[in-house]
């Protein structure tokens, strides 16, 4: 059978999957963002998606994508639908969730995505993965208050069993038409999975490892929730802005001593930046972010190569959790 036609059996699985990273986009939504991180050619083995709706997946042009139930027709908004259609296919599952790092995609506020994360997610508990991911976006109140609603009491009960969770939250994005909201939200979490999954798998100057993941995710803070965000720019940009990235974070949060554990992953071209501004960059901007945050907080750096930032520019990704 090949790969890249939907398959009318439940589903169809590699032999072999050994792979250390699997992203698993679940739903019409999430099926989308996942197709789009093809872009990014390091990120491609890991891409799956699994749906209940035949002619969105069709849409798709990722090789790994997978019908749950056998008719195709859609989950009808159903989530206990899509629940036991989940079920009732999910031999095979552990072969596409990764026991190291698996990371699901969710669009909250669909049959689909919401009838079948928690299957999901319970099966790489019961797999024992190192480290579970939890990607969502939030429906926009002007879709339906209670569609809303009913997506943060699921997210809440699928805490307990995930590491990390992103949120994507439509309400504060700063658009003003759906598409414009669809296609934003589907940048923020292609930058969040692209940076922190890259961090991983990339060869670095100063590289991060699954561990150092790990610990981020897990110790020294009780929330699972984690933020993200991006600054990228010269010296001086940097060195000012990185004095209080509280700005950067949700209003609840009201200065870097809130801050109980950051990665920070600094990318620069290293065959064109001087080592000088690379010392410099290093003494001022990192060590000023080291001396802001509170004396308990866990930091960890990593430095990347990327050949196509332009000469003495930086871009600092920052993950952070906050207690
Ligand atoms: N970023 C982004 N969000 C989307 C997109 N399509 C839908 N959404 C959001 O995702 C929510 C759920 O929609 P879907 O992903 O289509 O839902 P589903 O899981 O496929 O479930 P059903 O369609 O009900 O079977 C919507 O309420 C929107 O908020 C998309 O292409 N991009
Ligand atoms: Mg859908």
Redesign the pocket.
Known sequence: MEENTISTKPFYFPKENKSIVSIIGI????G??VNEMQDYEFLKRYLYVF???RKEMEELSLPHKYLIGTDGL??G?NKRF?ESECKKTLQGLDKIISEIVSCFVV????????GCIKTFLQKSVEMGTKIKLLVV?L??SS?DIE?RRNALDLLHSLEELVDGIFVVD?DTLPCNTISGL?KE??RRVIEFVKNLIGSIVNRGILCFDIYDVGTFLKYNSDTRYVEYFSLSGDINYLRQESSNLSKYLPSKYSSDDDISNMILLITFNNNDTDDGTVGIFLDETVHGIMQNLNKESNLKWGMYNDSNIEKNIFRLDIFTKCN
């Not at 739903?27 to 999430?30: D, S």
Request: a positive charge; charged letters at 15%.
């Open positions: 739903g019409g939504g999430a989308r963002i749906g209940m709706n859609g989950s908004k899509a669009c909250l506020g669909g049959g689909t995505g919401e976006t429906p926009h879709e569609k439509y669809f939200g589907n």
